[in-house]
Structure formats: C-alpha cells, structure tokens
C-alpha cells in the first residue's frame, strides 16, 4: 500500500563518514559533502562507509549542509534516514484504516498539549467524542528481522511513556507506534542491550493499559509503503 511519495530530487553518492550526529559526509563525484542527517541515532550497522547513500540537494545559503541525507542501501534495502517522518507516515496509515485499531478513531490535532505538561504526536476522538493520545517512534534496528528500539539510551522516550501511563491512570486512551522504517523485519522487540529501563517501562505501561503497536514500511524510491500494519511485539525477554 502506496502511503507517501518523496517528490525531491534523489542523487546517489556513498558514505565516507559521520562527523556528528546530524551530519553525513557523501562523496558524490570528487570531494565530500555535507548532509544533514535527520536521524540522531547510532544506526549501528546502517550508516556505514562505502555504502550507497540517496541525499536531496538543498538550495538554502543559510545552511551548513547543501543535501538532505534521505535513505541508505544496507544489503539491498532501503533504510529511511528521516526520524521525523514517523509521523507521516502514521497519519498516512490512519487514513487508510490498515490497522483496526484505529479505525474508531478520527485525527483531531498534530502535537496536542497534554493534559498536564508537555505534548504528544497525534490527539485522536473516537466517535463519541473520547480523546486518545498517540506517541510514535521511528524505528531503524533491525537484527536477525527483530526491529529493536531505542539503538541509544533516552531518557525523553522514557518520559513519553510515562506521560501515557498518567493519561490511563486518568481513563484516557493512550497509544505508542514504532513505525520501522524498512521492510526487513518480522517482529519488534524493546533493546535491552541498550536501554533496559525503556523496555521495562514498555511493559509496564502496556500493562497499566497503553496501547503498543509496531508497523513496518519500505521505501522504494521514491515511494514510501506500508509493508506490515501490525508486527508482532515481544515484550518479555
């Protein structure tokens, strides 16, 4: 199912190295450029040098970097390098219906306040006008077709899933997605190894009552496509 299109310019070019967390360096012809890298993940095993890389040129003299690093090829799959688009991609799928779960729900607001502090990504109401509060992750790990989140430790996700844990304990609905953003994978699981206090956490807030999803997407450029509405989530180990 066709969700989104990148209606950008692509250029291949390959890694050389990542001077920070934002930004890439690709070789193109000669020397290297500068892509801001929308992803401020690890991406242990995915931005690798000598890997071919898709960037979208930029044509903005206030910037540092003249590209856009889009999507990167690891062994023959695309993997988004665009965290925020995450939350595209959910409100695309939302319209579509694809996961039952939400299809009680209409979209009513972009990063709502929450009731006590803060925001959250999507405010839904279902048809009798309840509120439920969505949270969505972009997720890229994938090992042996387990999409792992988070691929470094965060403390801000932790407080999102507290914030949801406070919105059930009040009666209202509350949900988190983890959009992988690539199609290889089959299951979700929260990274231990990485951030043992977000997964315990996980699981304690889905059994207080949060909602947990995980879906999964492709992109082949320069579509973006829904490749599974509902992986399966393990939570115990």
Aim: with cysteine.
């Amino acid at each position: 199912m066709e969700l989104l299109t990148f209606d950008g310019e692509l250029v291949a070019g390959r890694v050389v190295d990542r001077p920070n967390r934002f930004v890439v360096r690709v070789r193109f012809d000669d020397d290297p450029e500068r892509a801001f890298l929308g992803d401020p993940g690890a991406l242990e095993g995915i931005l690798e040098p000598g890997r071919e890389i898709l960037c979208s040129p930029v044509d903005d003299p206030d910037r540092s970097t003249d590209y856009d690093a889009i999507a990167i090829d690891v062994d023959g799959t695309y993997v988004s390098l665009r965290a925020a688009l995450a939350n595209d991609l959910f409100e695309a799928i939302l319209a579509t219906d694809a996961i039952p779960a939400f299809g009680k729900y209409e979209l009513r607001e972009r990063e709502p306040q929450l009731p006590d502090h803060g925001r959250a990504d999507f405010l839904l109401h279902d048809r009798s006008d309840s509120p439920a509060y969505v949270e969505v992750k972009s997720c890229t790990h994938v090992e042996g077709g387990v999409a792992k989140f988070p691929d470094r430790q965060t403390e801000r996700g932790r407080r999102h899933l507290r914030s949801l844990e406070s919105l059930v304990d009040d009666g209202t609905d509350a949900h988190v997605v983890f959009v992988v953003q690539r199609p290889d994978v089959d299951r979700f699981r929260p990274y231990r190894d990485v951030d043992p206090d977000f997964a315990e956490l996980l699981a304690r807030v889905r059994d207080a009552g949060v909602s947990v999803h995980a879906l999964a997407t492709a992109f082949d450029p320069p579509h973006y496509r829904l490749r599974d509405a509902a992986l399966p989530i393990d939570l115990e180990t």
